[in-house]
């Protein structure tokens, strides 16, 4: 049996069904959450969570996306999720799918927040009016469940078992992306519309069954604070302040946490290196070994770990609390600057927790254009967190310029982004429905926190530990003092010596390792300037460089690698001449 | 013509018509933003950035252009409003 799960973006689709079967689909508070179909077994059951669409027959992949789901129809079912607290929208969409004669059910998601709202809803009228079953839930609360889980539990024999023949025509023609006969690009001369008669009737089936509107009522104090942020000018003060202190506090967290980490982990990494120097024959890979190993075990728990946790936590909560759509329209200027639209500002912070999902994230993006620019930045400028944990340790350790290496990265970030789309002109367009702030489920968002710091185990550190350990051996074999020649060179163009040099060159292979040989030399705050900033705006690791060809082919990779190194030359040689 | 650009923050209005020669309107349709549908307009944005529209219970920002789409008549029910103008 076959269940599909259809309704407008952020109303609750993934949440519910994870609710549903304990799967772990992404959930967050922002309209465009799920992009592609996933789909979740239980028993016999099959549920598929759908990417949030405003009507069927609309415009956008997604919504064509969906369209071709239904169209291969036998057996399946329709959960239409509505969000109880805006129903006349909702109900479009609603009534689209009704249309389409396959058993469905109506689930009003949010039923708290509507509640909260002073909204009440007749559903018995509702369920008379569409002929279907109307169930109220809240996933917050866990209230009506049982109700669905009937509905979900019974066998199939209301409504016809497949789309009506006349439906599966319309929807077959506007499946595939909306173009007209004389273009061979989505154009906008023969658009997908919805019918103006649904418009028409969704409204009047509003007025008929919401009972109360939410007429005097108290505004609650997260409203309060909801529409203080919704001001331009408070707003994106506050807003600004909270990135700010956000990240202030990241840095001071990890220089904090790094000391006694490492102090509580030493006798641990000393029961290492003796362990090992007495199993291993002696010679020069008992030293090479005992040393790396013990190493490259801590420190990716004295500067790496606290930095994915810390900024695990702040994404999730700017995610969970609506917090984060909210930059992209206080932000809309600057991101209009360099080419795309606000919700760019989306795969862009979570770029700061790892970059691998804010490439998929991208598919939030209109077109592919934008989605090119932003996975470029991506990979050229945005640290992530593990690169922000051991570039915080090393500007602790050189007294590096912070500032100069932010204001930096800012730098490049706005003259790659404002040059790539000079490259790339198109008509973009900014609309995106802001959802209301909540206060997050803690536990949903702390379990996101723990899979967002899942790498750390089966990533960072046995890379860290296998990088170390080459790194090590070609200290101790003197390879390195080999780039003494070089050292004219480097310090020449960059300011930098021939080893700092050859840290910058190890971010081909992993991007956060590299500035981990510069702990190991001597460097002043300037030469450390330079060098964290050239490897910090650079190249992206490897799990990123095959999301990219997965999701934007061979060819983008290629550019972006290109354009990756290309800046940080540029950068390294105009640090070197601007700073004293 | 009056579109949602000419409104002040805070003024209440109803759609009249949408725009079609505005490239992108068809998603304001999407979103709900329908010919007779009463929108309020929470903020607007300064160096041409977006306009928050309330409608329902929804926020949706619209960049300055789209903007343009979103023919409205505004309303004069608010008695707060009227003093005001007075
Ligand atoms: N208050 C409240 N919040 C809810 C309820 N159900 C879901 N949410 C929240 O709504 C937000 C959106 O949930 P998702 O499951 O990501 O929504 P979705 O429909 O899958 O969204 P898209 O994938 O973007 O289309 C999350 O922050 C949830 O915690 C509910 O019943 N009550
Ligand atoms: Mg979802």
């Not at chain 1, 009534?95 to 007749?122: R, Y």
């Not at chain 1, 023949?165 to 499946?175: G, H, N, V």
């Not at chain 1, 639209?341 to 979570?350: C, E, F, H, K, V």
Request: charged share 15%; hydrophobic share 50%; net charge neutral.
């Amino acid at each position: 049996m076959r269940s599909i799960f259809v309704g407008n973006p952020n109303v609750g689709k993934s949440a519910l069904i994870n609710k549903l079967t304990g799967s772990k689909l992404l959930v967050a508070n922002y309209p465009g959450t799920s992009h592609k179909i996933a789909y979740v077994n239980k028993g016999e059951q099959c549920f598929y969570d759908t990417p949030g669409i405003y009507a069927l027959h609309g415009q956008g992949g997604n919504a064509a996306v969906v369209r071709d789901l239904l169209l291969d129809s036998a057996g399946l079912r329709v959960v239409n999720v509505v969000d109880a607290a805006n129903l006349e929208r909702n109900l479009v969409l609603t009534l689209e799918i009704l249309a389409l004669g396959l058993p469905t059910v109506v689930v009003l998601n949010q039923m708290d927040l509507a509640a909260s709202l002073n909204i009440q809803i007749d559903m018995e009228a509702l369920s008379q009016e569409l002929e279907c079953p109307v169930i109220g839930i809240s996933v917050a609360d866990g209230s009506g469940f049982k109700r669905l889980l009937d509905w979900l539990d019974k066998p199939v024999e209301t409504g016809r078992s497949s789309v009506d023949p006349r439906q599966i025509e319309k929807l077959s023609r506007t499946s595939g992306s909306p173009k007209c006969q004389h273009c061979t690009e989505a154009c906008q001369h023969n658009v997908i519309t919805i019918d103006r008669a649904t418009i028409e009737r969704a409204r009047t089936l509003a007025a008929q069954v919401i009972k109360t509107e939410p007429a005097a009522r108290h505004q609650t104090w997260l409203e309060k604070v909801q529409d203080g942020l919704d001001q331009p000018v408070i707003g994106t003060a506050a807003l600004l302040a909270l990135a700010y202190g956000l990240f202030t506090m990241m840095v001071t967290l990890v220089n904090l946490l790094e000391g006694p980490i490492s102090e509580a982990l030493q006798p641990l990494s000393d029961i290492l290196t003796v362990l090992i120097q007495g199993l291993l024959p002696p010679g020069a890979f008992n030293e090479v070994l005992s040393l790396a190993i013990p190493e490259g075990l801590v420190i990716p728990f004295t500067i790496i770990m606290p930095a994915m946790i810390i900024v695990g936590v702040f994404i999730s909560i700017l995610e969970d609390t609506g917090l984060l759509p909210r930059y992209s329209v206080a932000l809309e200027r600057v991101t209009s600057f360099i080419g795309v639209s606000g919700q760019a500002i989306i795969p862009l912070t979570l770029g700061f927790g790892c970059r691998t999902p804010a490439i998929m994230a991208t598919s939030l993006l209109p077109n592919a254009a934008e989605r090119f620019i932003i996975a470029t930045l991506l990979s050229i400028v945005v640290p992530c967190a593990a690169s922000l944990g051991v570039m915080a340790a090393v500007i602790a350790k050189f007294n590096a310029y912070i500032y100069v290496v932010a204001a930096t990265m800012l730098v490049v970030l706005l003259l790659l982004g404002f040059g790539l789309s000079r490259l790339m002109p198109r008509d973009e367009s900014f609309v995106y429905e802001l959802p209301p702030l909540r206060i997050p489920a803690w536990r949903t968002t702390w379990q996101k926190v723990v899979s967002r710091t899942g790498g750390f185990f089966t990533e960072v550190l046995p890379l860290l530990l296998l990088m170390n350990i080459v790194l090590r051996a070609l200290m101790e074999t003197g390879v390195l003092e080999s780039f003494q020649a070089m050292e004219g060179f480097t310090q020449f163009f960059f300011g930098i010596p021939a080893e700092a040099m050859v840290a910058v060159l190890i971010t081909i292979f992993q991007r956060y390792l590299a500035p981990l040989v510069l702990l190991n030399l001597a460097l002043s705050p300037r030469e450390a300037t330079i060098a964290i900033t050239m490897i910090a705006l650079s190249l992206p690791c490897l799990p990123v460089m095959t999301m990219i060809v997965k999701e934007m082919g061979a060819k983008q990779l290629l550019s972006i690698l290109a354009l990756g190194i290309i800046s940080s030359i540029i950068v390294g040689v105009s640090l070197n001449v601007i700073l004293p | 013509m009056k579109t949602i650009k000419n409104l002040k923050t805070g003024d209440k209005a109803r759609i009249t018509s949408i725009d079609t020669e505005v490239a992108g309107s068809q998603q304001l349709v999407e979103m709900g933003l329908t010919p007779g549908s009463e929108i309020q307009l929470l903020a607007k944005y300064p160096l041409r950035g977006p306009l928050l529209v309330k409608l329902g219970n929804n926020r949706i920002a619209v960049d300055y252009k789209l903007a343009q789409a979103l023919v409205v008549n505004e309303m004069n029910d608010s008695p707060a409003r009227d003093v005001l103008d007075s």
